[in-house]
């Protein structure tokens, strides 16, 4: 069978050329138990593959062989030529005039996280109303679209605007046919099969909701500006969960966080690969070093850059101190409600998220199809500037950030408040 249409339609795609894409997917993933696909994709997923011209000749999804020597997608190598990233949320009009000004309506979701925005399509936004969206997503954490008209080709385009050029290589789970260098696949079926994709939680927390994650937090230079568009998704579950670390941050006590600013946390990876220099050919997870408290170059702000799966050390501290601190920040970070924005989707939504500045986890509470695609946009090497401010500082927010605890009020009261 000759390959679907390879360049982008505006033809309405039939029931006939579903039908025969789908033969043509199970023909190809037939007998290929190697790197390559094993399913079909829900009709949505495949109507916007066949309208943006995707040829899904060879399977789906795709899994390239992922490399086995730590370094070859760990680090900077595909990054712009070694030029410093430049967040297009520091070229942006404060009051993003560009951007509201054109949707039909913009809501924030929570006082501390979460933006939905009406009335746009990302595809068509200017490069001013980018670079707004850019600081909108940096204060606000994750910014939310629905009703998407959106390709793969659009969607990467967006991201490599948001990376200033760079996106994130995911060598190790499936990617969309095409765009293996660039566009993964989230797909609930595929970890049925046992296949790796991005994957948000791991085996042992299934049930247990401890997935809080940031997106390869042991990366050198981390994923930044993060876009999830869900084609296929059920009606009444499977809802995704951030968490803001500036509000983490700044629900920390004045003598807390004079402890943390500075301090170097060790992240590891889930991933294990082969060292280059290993003799034995084991496998190691990557270890990395960063601060523990960075600061946004956009907002300027503080963040708590932690999460339970990932930050597993704190330099200079003793193991028992060290664990008693990460577990205590994890609480805060992970379990307050208030930090949090909970969101429920349907079809065609594109969530975008700045993976340096929040947590996320996914509701387990579903077991229909959720299908999607995600581009992750390279940021920056976490720094941490000791005259920057929480945000809490920074706007002023009264009554939210955690003062210290009274302890001479409390004696005088008689131990009672
Ligand atoms: O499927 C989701 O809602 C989120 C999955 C996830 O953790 C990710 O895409 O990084
Ligand atoms: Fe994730």
Do not use: C
């Amino acid at each position: 069978m000759a390959p679907i249409a390879l360049t982008q339609t505006t033809r309405e795609i039939t029931e006939a050329d579903l039908a025969a894409s789908r033969a043509q997917i199970e023909a190809a993933n037939v007998g290929q138990k190697g790197f390559t696909g094993f399913g079909v994709p829900p009709d949505a997923a495949l109507r916007r593959y066949l309208k943006a011209g995707i040829d899904l000749s060879s399977g789906y999804p795709a899994y390239p062989r992922r490399p086995d020597v730590a370094g070859a997608s760990v680090g900077e190598a595909h990054l712009r030529g070694g030029k410093p990233y430049v967040d297009p949320g520091t070229r942006a009009d404060k009051d993003k005039k560009a951007l509201f000004g054109a949707a039909s309506a913009v809501r924030n979701l929570t006082k501390h996280i979460g933006t939905e925005i009406v009335g746009l399509q990302l595809a068509d936004l200017t490069d001013t109303q980018r670079d707004e969206l850019a600081l909108l997503v940096a204060e606000r954490g994750v910014v939310f679209f629905r009703d998407q008209d959106l390709s793969p080709h659009d969607q990467l385009a967006l991201g490599k605007y948001l990376g200033d050029g760079a996106v994130h290589r995911d060598d190790s789970i499936a990617n969309v046919p095409g765009f293996e260098d660039s566009l993964t696949v989230v797909w609930e079926t595929a970890r049925l099969y046992k296949r790796s994709f991005r994957n948000p939680w791991p085996e042992y927390d299934v049930g247990r909701g401890h997935g809080w994650h940031v997106d390869e937090i042991y990366q050198p230079v981390t994923l930044g500006y993060t876009h999830l568009y869900q084609d296929t998704v059920p009606d009444d579950s499977g809802d995704t969960l951030w968490a803001s670390g500036y509000a983490a941050y700044d629900l920390l006590s004045p003598g807390l966080k004079k402890i943390v600013d500075g301090l170097t946390g060790i992240y590891k990876s889930q991933i294990t690969y082969k060292p280059a220099d290993s003799a034995s050919g084991a496998e190691v997870p990557v270890l990395h070093r960063a601060p523990l408290v960075r600061t946004h170059p956009a907002t300027g702000w503080k963040t708590l850059f932690t999460a339970s799966r990932g930050l597993i050390g704190l330099e200079g501290f003793d193991k028992a101190e060290s664990d008693v601190l990460i577990k205590y920040l994890n609480d805060v970070a992970e379990n307050s409600i208030e930090t949090q924005v909970r969101f429920h989707w349907t079809p065609g939504t594109s969530a975008i998220w700045d993976n340096r500045v929040v947590i996320h986890t996914i509701a387990r509470d579903f077991d229909g199809e959720r299908h999607g695609t995600r581009v992750s946009s390279l940021s920056d090497k976490p720094v941490f500037d000791p005259a920057s401010k929480s945000r809490g500082e920074a706007l002023g927010i009264a009554g939210w950030t955690t003062p210290a605890w009274d302890v001479e009020q409390f004696f005088k009261s008689g131990y009672s408040a």
